[in-house]
């Protein structure tokens, strides 16, 4: 009987520890305060998830075609006003880098875009100085 309840105990402290040390990302209320966060004028397209998975992701990536002759702004929202340390760059097609939301050591937390030409471009997440790895971003578009 006290090998029984020792098993049980020794199970329940270990399912307490694994279940803190694995805490999980929910970056969907993140993604869902940011689509009302775009400027005026620009209209929703997508939501992106940011989850680092605790820091063991360096980066997270998506891609989206964009069209000529459209601006694009691409926003982050994360724990608090600020982006926690999240940076979004944007590369063109050639993976070179045309804008990013890291300017002189500052984040901010909304970059746009006038697209000049079409084809696919890879929106990039990554993390600065982030405590929680985790957000949510959002797309939006206007002619």
Do not use: H, W
């Amino acid at each position: 009987m006290k090998k029984a309840l020792y098993t049980i105990f020794v199970v329940g402290v270990l399912a307490v520890f694994t279940n803190e040390a694995m805490a999980q990302c929910n970056p969907e209320p993140y993604t869902t305060a940011c689509i009302p966060k775009l400027a005026s004028g620009f209209n929703f397209l997508k939501s992106y998830k940011i989850d680092g998975q605790g820091g063991s992701k360096t980066k997270v990536e998506y891609s989206y075609v964009f069209t000529k002759g459209t601006q694009y702004m691409i926003n982050v929202c994360a724990t608090g006003e600020n982006t926690d340390g999240i940076v979004v760059s944007l590369y063109d097609s050639n993976r070179n880098k045309v804008v990013s939301s890291k300017v002189n050591d500052q984040y901010i937390s909304a970059i746009a875009y006038p697209c000049n030409t079409t084809g696919i471009y890879y929106i990039q997440y990554t993390f600065d100085t982030s405590n929680e790895f985790c957000g949510g971003s959002a797309l939006g578009f206007k002619r």
